[in-house]
Structures are given as C-alpha cells and as structure tokens.
C-alpha cells in the first residue's frame, strides 16, 4: 500500500473521503485560491497529499464569517454553547484512534502519543463543557450605601487560532473549546506541514456543529506565513492565540499589540531537569527519557537540560545511555516503536547543526549523534556531556529534535540559576527525596518557569491546570485553571438601588 493510500484509508476510517479543500466556513467547504499546500509525511518522505488554502478574499469571507456568527452565538447562554463542546467531545471519543493514528502518520509521534493528543482533545472538551456553567464573576463590596458591585465576564469575539506542527489537533481543541463556551467563534489557520490533521478535525467539528445549529463557530483557514500575518494584523480578531518560534512570535506580538489586540504566546521551551544529590535515579531516568526521547524532543515541553549532582552524574550518564540503547526507533504506526521521524527535511538539518555547535564548544557525544540512512527524517536520539553552561551557548537554544545536554553541577542552587539563565521559561523539574530542595526549588527563589514539576518529568502536562511560560516563551496561558478568562471581556458594574446619588471617594459635587 503507498503512502498516501495509508493517510486515505485513515481518513475513510473517519467517514471523510477526499480532503482536497483547505477553507471551511459557514457556507460549507472550498478549496481555496491560494497556492497548495503539500502534505509530506516523514517516515518515507513520501508526498501524501495537495489541499487548498486561502487567498486574501477566502481569508476575508472567513473572518466575515466568524464575525456574523459570533453575533448570535454570544447571545446563547454558555450551559447551551457547552453543547456543542460536548457533541465535539463524542465524535472525538468514536474517532480517537483513527485521527491519533492520521497524527501518528503525518506528525511523526508514535501511536501512543498520537492517541494521548486526541485524549487531550477529549479531556479539554470535558473542562469545556464544565465549564460552560461556571464562568463566575465577583461580587465586590461597595463603598456607598444602598450599591452593588459585581463583575461579569463577556463574550470577546472572533479569536484567531495559530497552531504548530507538533500538537497539530490539541492545541487547536485547547482553544477552540474553551473559546465556543466562553461565546467566541474561532478561524484556525493550521500548521502547513500537517494539513490532513486539519482537515480531519475540522471535519469531525463539522458533524457537531451541524448537530447544534451552530455552522461556523469553528472555521478553517489553511494558509502558510500570509495567512498568519493577516490574522496578527485583523482588527476583526480582537484575541489571537499563537504557538510557534520566539522569532514568529515577537512579530505577532507587535503586530497585534501594534493594534491594541491581545495575544496568548506559545513560544519555545528549553526545559531542564535537575537531579540533586539524593534523587531517585530510576524515577529520574525515566523521566528524563520520556522528555528528551518521546516526540523526538518535538514537544515545547521536550526535555533538553539535564543539571545532576557531581556525585550522581556518571551514574545518571550511564542508566540514560542503557535506556537510549533499547529505544526503537521507527515508523511511529509500529508496535514496539518509541521514536518516529523528526517532521522534516528542515529538522533534520538543524539536529546536525546543533551538534555540530555542540562538539565545537568543548560538548562531547555520549550516545547518538547521527542521522539515520535510508528514507524519512529519522535522527539517533543524542545525548552530549556538556561543559559548564556558560561557555556552551549552544544549550540556549531550543533545537526541536532529541538533543540532550547533560550538565554536572555542584549544589541545588547553582542548578537553579543555570536552569533560569536561559532565556525561555516554559518548563521546569526536580527529582529529589529532600523536602527543602522541592520546596525550594517551588519557592520564589526556585525556578523561574510556567511549568515547575517535582520528580514529575517537563512534558506530559494535563489539562487541568494552566498551560504556559514565562520570559520568551511569552506568558500566556491556555488550557485549564481560569485560563478562560484571556477568552472573555471583564466588565464591571456597579448597582444603585437607593434613592440618593453618592459619589465615590467622598466627592462632593452639588
Ligand atoms: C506543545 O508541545 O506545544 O505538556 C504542547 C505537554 C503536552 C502539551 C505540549 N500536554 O507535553
């Protein structure tokens, strides 16, 4: 069977035949008159499919789109708009294989973890739905006699859903979920390298808009960098949600700053673990493999520090370099596989020049470090003893492929302040038996990050909480926790229920 017959038979799987069209709105589907774009999936490197995307006019028709139905769909009560999130919910649990499996395919993350990306999806339409009857407001205290002060949270509007490559159906779920409870509708422009992932997404959506009277409340618009300028720019869009590069970010965030819009950033992560002196080395271990290994470090969560204790660093060396050797390493679709493909050609050509820095400034390769022959995007998984972190600038760049660089470090404390010097502040771990150093390292003295886990490794978050980091990973929250209220506008109102008209602060004016 071809490559592409295999993507076909997933999409059949689905109900969906043909995915051709790249712009779902409203009125249905089109093509659209932008230039294709082509699915090339990285196992073979095999062109799978051509599908549509948007020009300036489709773009326009969607956002005017959004825009109409935005205007009725606020005015539905959330526990009603919750509806449809759980209807989305239901074609995902019937469909949950078959589109783990398309993400398996045309991402390059094993079947298991394209499963737990379509698991994620279900769980945030779950918080969703939840919470459509609980978008509580405030009610405050007032100053003056006979008043009431409360704060109510709104609809926004039309929010425009950036999305990457690497969690091509979750990060899109944990957006286009919460934003239709919170009464906003959603135009999607996915990544370009895994468009058949959109498509089957947006049309499993379909089927629960169509079953909620609710057309166009999640709409598509497939397109490559344009498409993203034109949503940063679109004064229609009054929120835009972004996940990619520090370097794309910066350019969205001014842009829509630029035009008093508001941004939720998703940017790049350079994750570390520390393993102090007394640490579970097995727990750590397996830990750190699951970061640094799964989703061929393509996760913003990946794990690409490591900073171990002196006493304990050979001994970690060791159990890793054991652990790397049984990882199989393989078609993603394959029993047994724990690492697919790097996502393409672009990813490959950065792992090599990552470790040629690497070796360059004084790093030594402890395990892997070479490409795979043969077809497809395949990398060994690579792990580098590394100098002290200020002379190897290289660790303070994100590589998106499975580059771990271990460090040797004298105390917990000079491992904090190494983990923080880094620019990114996404995620965060200790592994330690000591109360202090957890406690620590939680402290506001400890690490610097969105995410900071205790003998918990830096990927794998749940839904629940919120989703996110600091520095230039851009400080934005998504997900869980009240990260829903980036989706509202906050109003305050004041009551007055007497027959007089005091003034605040005192102020006389008669
Ligand atoms: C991402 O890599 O963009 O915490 C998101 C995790 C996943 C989400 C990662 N739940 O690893």
Known sequence: MSRADIAEKILARMGIAGAGDGVRDEDGWRPGNGPPIVS???????????????????YDV???????????????????RGELVRALGAELREHKEALGELVAFEMGKI????????????????FAVGLSRQLYGLTIASERPKHRMMEQWHPLGPVGIVTAFNFPVAVWAWNAAIAAVCGDTCVWKPSPRTPLCSIATQHLADRAMARCDAEGVWALASGG????????????????SFTGSIRIGREVAAKVAGRLGRSILELGGNNA????????????????????VGTAGQRCTSTRRVFAHAKVVDELLGRLTRAYSTVKIGDPLENGVLMGPLCSEASVKAFEAALVAARAQGGTIVRGGEVVPGGGYFVEPTIVRAP?????????????????YVFSVDSVEEAIDAQNAVT????????????????????????????????????GAEIGGAFGGEKDTGGG??????????????????????????????????
């Open 477 to 510: 929250r998504e997900s869980g926790s009240d990260a829903w209220k980036a989706y509202m506008r906050r109003q305050t109102c004041t009551v007055n229920w007497g027959g007089e008209l005091p003034l605040a602060q005192g102020v006389e004016f008669v």
């Open 225 to 240: 960098a344009d498409v993203g300028t034109w949503i940063a720019e679109d004064p229609r869009l009054p929120l835009v």
């Open 424 to 459: 990114q502040g996404l995620s965060s771990a200790i592994f330690t038996e000591s109360m202090r150093h957890a406690e620590r390292f939680l402290s506001p003295i400890g690490s610097d990050c969105g995410i900071a886990n205790v003998n918990i490794g830096t990927s």
């Open 388 to 404: 002290r972190q200020e002379d190897f600038p290289i660790a303070h760049d994100e590589t998106f492929a499975p580059i771990l």
């Open 111 to 126: 079947r298991s973890e394209g499963l737990g990306e379509v698991q994620e999806m279900i769980d945030i339409c779950d």
């Open 62 to 80: 969607v956002v005017e789109g959004a825009r109409d139905r935005f205007h009725e769909w606020r005015a539905r009560p959330a526990p009603v």
């Open 273 to 292: 673990i520390i393993v102090a002196e007394d640490a579970d080395l097995d727990l750590a271990t397996r830990a750190i493999v699951f970061g640094a």
């Open 40 to 58: 090339v999936e990285p196992t073979g490197a095999h062109e799978v499919a051509r599908i549509g995307s948007c020009d300036r006019d489709d």
